[in-house]
């Protein structure tokens, strides 16, 4: 199956395979009026299958939100057909309106105008608490 | 320190320092009952609450100072709308320290995180509830003259416990602290305490339903309600509400210098032909609420 190559924009690689429609969702691609093509399933000599999104435009993307979802993401930026730019996303320490707290308990629940905050508590097992109520955000 | 969330807002240290001023307090009362003359305490109960609240009163009291507050949202601003941060903004305004309870869980962070004066969390819902611990602290050195080296029975309630929440929290940071952790399945405590506190820190703790079967290698049986206001359904309330009932029989087994606590109020969890044993400490650890709080104030508004 092929993909037109790009010419100027990201190229988001080592996606989870069956994550790449959570990840186009979460960046609000759906929003953007370039080309976007979402490859699900392709062949990967090291995760055996994974996918990609090929976004035909330079964009500011939020890392957070990959690094979040799949930290074993690589992101690719693509300029004038070179490849300019490769580097793998973190987990980061915090989010910020990414996931929503679930506990009915917590001050968020009631007061809708404070951001939902989640910090990395536990960098080995990548577990992210309610900044408020140190409640656990479900694992993406 | 500017505000006290949570028990891990003091490090063993200022805890140590704060004990070691409650016990002068506790000997020397007159020396402190002018300290704070000419500060205010507000005291800000978005939840019903007798013990705190009026703890936190008679400590400003007794060091000289005056307080105000309220003792339900009904009675407060929030019955119109209004949030926690214009609340505390408006308040500090009026006082120079604020000791606030609320039912949702993070609200006093949230108050922290606006405040011009210090905060302190007097419980937030099934979360914290810091000076609770302090209290326990206290208890627990004064009855049995140490914090390390202690075998902790905890009862009950573990689940929305905040007391019980906080106070493994404070112990894990003391030396060969080991845990009997006494609940029914549906009341086990959460799973981010074992994470988080418990395995993180190599603490050696055993759950088990049956409050009889570690009772004679006790030092402390901390007791607790289960509390109705925590359950969204009343029939898992009923059905869990005396699972425990400490009784002088149940007590046989237990060591002689055992030390019955409980942060009350009681229910029926612990029989009232407990209350003359002289291992039962609740009544005098409520009194020692008041000093560790009087120590905590003086801290925070930082008077000498």
Known sequence: MNIDSIKNGIVIDHIKAKKGMEIYEALNLQELECSVAIITNAKSKKMGRKDIIKIDKSIDIDLDILGYIDPDITINIVKDDKLIKKFHVTKPEKIVNIVKCQNPRCITSVEKELDQVFILTDKEKQIYRCKYCEGRSFNP | ?304
């Open chain 2, 1 to 304: 320190m500017k505000n006290l969330i949570d028990i891990k807002d003091l490090n063993v240290e200022e805890i140590e320092e704060l004990i070691k001023v409650a016990k002068d307090i506790i000997q020397n009362k007159e020396k402190y009952s002018h300290k704070c003359d000419g500060k205010k305490l507000a005291t800000l109960f978005f939840e019903p609450s007798t013990r705190t609240r009026l703890s936190f009163e008679a400590a400003m009291m007794d060091l000289g100072g005056n307080v105000l507050g309220f003792s339900s949202a009904s009675s407060s601003s929030t019955a119109k709308g209004e949030s926690v941060a214009d609340t505390i903004r408006t308040v500090g305004c009026y006082v120079d320290i604020i000791a606030m309870r609320h039912p949702k869980e993070g609200a006093p962070l949230v108050a922290a995180e606006k405040s011009v004066v210090p905060i302190i969390n007097a419980g937030d819902g099934g979360h914290n509830h810091p000076t609770q611990t302090l209290t326990d602290l206290l208890t627990i050195k004064c009855e049995k003259g140490r914090l390390e080296d202690l075998t902790i029975g905890l009862c009950g309630d573990l689940k929305f416990g905040r007391t019980v929440h906080s106070l493994i929290t404070a112990m894990s940071r003391y030396k060969n602290i080991k845990f009997v952790l006494i609940s029914p399945d549906e009341l086990k405590i959460p799973e981010y305490l074992k994470e988080d506190v418990l395995e993180k820190n190599n603490i050696e703790f055993i759950e088990t339903k049956d409050i009889e079967e570690y009772m004679d290698k006790l030092d402390i049986l901390y007791m607790t309600r289960v509390q109705k206001e925590r359950f969204f359904n009343e029939e898992d309330y009923i059905r869990l509400k005396d699972y425990y009932i400490l009784n002088k029989e149940k007590l046989e087994k237990a060591k002689k210098d055992l030390c019955i606590m409980h942060p009350l109020p009681r229910v029926n969890e612990i029989s009232i032909d407990v209350d003359d044993d002289p291992r039962a400490a609740y009544f005098r650890q409520v009194e020692y609420g008041k000093y560790i709080r009087m120590a905590l104030i003086l801290k925070m508004l930082e008077v000498k």
